[in-house]
């Protein structure tokens, strides 16, 4: 079945300790890409991969580090989580490049509290 | 800078009755266009998306589109209201370098029976 996943699907930390949020795709997918959801906010676009080494900023990147070293797996590092870190995170795939409109697929999400 | 608005975080409609949710976008060039839905402790599925062929789209689950350039809208409607579209809809713009979407913040549909 062609899927996102991530792990952990909730996690409670607290202020400093350093976490990894895993994201795999099982589609061949070249772009992958991290967003987080306030209410209110829809979702807003942390970190994107249009491939294998090749990362970059989104809207909100503070605070967030990412990795792509292989095609199929894209993580989300905090290496210092703080409370306004608090939020929901979904990580999508698509196999578009730029100028197509690929749909882009995505993950069932990550409940993260920072206390 | 590309952005979306969507009127009313909240709307509430009767079982089978009309659903319209508004979406309105600013975007220097001509705009690929997304509607998806969330399920409650869901991910994000998408409806229908517009990519600058017929003006009207057709999505999943009875759902359609139109895209109004002269309106800067792309509404999503169905005729006939479910109890299972009780979600929360965005709209989404995406700017094709970076392939990135930008959101709306969302309209959560409430259905009465």
């Known amino acids: 079945e062609a899927q996102v996943t991530q792990n952990p699907r909730y996690l409670i930390t607290v202020t400093g300790k350093k976490l990894t949020v895993t994201c795999s795709q099982n589609m061949n997918h070249e772009y992958m890409s991290w967003y987080r959801q306030d209410p209110g906010l829809g979702l807003r676009q942390i970190y994107y991969?249009?491939?294998?080494?090749?990362?970059d900023k989104g809207d909100v990147p503070e605070g967030y580090k990412v990795s792509r070293k292989e095609k199929r797996n894209f993580p989300l590092i905090l290496e210092s989580p703080s409370p306004n870190q608090t939020s929901l995170y979904f990580c999508a795939s698509s196999s578009g490049g730029a100028g197509i409109a690929e749909t882009q697929y995505f993950g069932p999400g990550t409940r993260l509290l920072v206390l | 800078a590309q952005s979306v608005t969507q009127l009313g975080s909240h709307v509430s409609v009767s079982e089978g009755a009309l659903v319209l949710l508004r979406c309105n976008y600013s975007?220097?060039?001509?705009?690929?266009l997304f509607w998806y839905v969330q399920y409650p402790n869901q991910g994000l599925q998408l409806l229908l998306k517009y990519t600058s062929a017929a003006t009207l789209v057709k999505g999943i689950n009875g759902f359609e589109a139109e895209f109004k350039k002269s309106e800067t809208s792309f509404h999503l409607t169905k005729p006939s209201a479910h109890m299972s579209d009780a979600a929360e809809y965005f709209c989404?713009?995406?700017?094709?370098?970076?392939?990135?979407?930008?959101f709306g913040g969302g309209t959560r549909v409430l259905v009465k029976p």
């Open positions: 989404a713009v995406l700017k094709a370098a970076g392939n990135k979407l930008t």
């Open positions: 991969s249009m491939n294998v080494e090749v990362t």
């Open positions: 975007s220097s060039v001509p705009p690929y």
